[in-house]
Antibody, heavy 122, light 105 residues
Framework: QVQLLESGPGLVMPSETLSLTCSVS?????????WGWVRHTPGKGLQWIGS???????YYNPSLESRVTISVDTSKNHFSLKLSGVTAADTAVFYC???????????????WGQGILVTVSS | IVLTQSPVTLSLSPGERATLLCRAS??????LAWYQQKPGQAPRLLIY???NRATGIPARFSGSGSGTDFTLTISSLEPEDFAVYYC????????FGQGTRLEIK
């Protein structure tokens, strides 16, 4: 059974870079699926941030693309999110997830992490 | 693509039938999923490709629709079904609806 676990700081200062890691167990990150990040805010609900393949190929939400980088480390079986220039509006619960079918860079999310609350505040 | 869910809140009793709607701002073909989310938990995939139940999802959950109008039906509500439900499209990038809260009447 695929399991995902988010980790990273729960508090980030405004204008700084938010960095999170998703550790994957129960499956190799190289199995052919895309892996993604989704956030949940009270104001905007669920928002897809981006998706990455084990090769490093990544796709981003156009509304966030200028601030987002998603990368993968196959040796550690994990992938990471960096969101730069954060403001209070970026405060959210961040989820990492795996798509339901291999090979698609836009898909449905079958497996989810438990989520991590990141607050942007000074 | 903007997904608009209705109603925002639905108040029903256990045993009743629930009908949740999701309308897309343009056609998404059948590239639509439904999720259930309970407080403190991640969303759970219920329905994919508009009408296919995900693994382990009870038969009381069903989805229908194509193009711009979609429906999630729960045939007879169980106590554990009261939650927030979201639709999601994958036709043009990925977007979610704002959610429908299903509450106990």
């Amino acid at each position: 059974q695929v399991q995902l676990l988010e980790s990273g700081p729960g508090l980030v200062m405004p204008s700084e870079t938010l960095s999170l890691t998703c550790s994957v167990s129960g499956s190799s990150i190289t199995r052919g699926y895309y892996w993604g990040w989704v956030r949940h805010t009270p104001g905007k609900g669920l928002q897809w941030i981006g998706s990455v393949f084990y090769s490093g190929s990544a796709y981003y939400n156009p509304s966030l693309e200028s601030r987002v980088t998603i990368s993968v480390d196959t040796s550690k079986n994990h992938f990471s999110l960096k969101l730069s220039g954060v403001t209070a509006a970026d405060t959210a619960v961040f989820y990492c997830a795996r798509f339901s079918r291999p090979g698609y860079y836009t898909e449905y999310f079958q497996h989810w992490g438990q989520g991590i609350l990141v607050t942007v505040s000074s | 693509i903007v997904l608009t869910q209705s109603p925002v809140t639905l108040s029903l009793s256990p045993g009743e039938r629930a009908t949740l709607l999701c309308r897309a701002s343009q056609s998404v073909s059948s590239d639509l999923a439904w999720y259930q989310q309970k407080p403190g938990q991640a969303p759970r995939l219920l329905i994919y490709d508009a009408s296919n139940r995900a693994t382990g999802i009870p038969a009381r959950f069903s989805g229908s629709g194509s193009g711009t109008d979609f429906t999630l039906t729960i045939s007879s509500l169980e106590p554990e079904d009261f939650a927030v439900y979201y639709c999601q499209q994958r036709f043009n990038w990925i977007t979610f609806g704002q959610g429908t809260r299903l509450e106990i009447k």
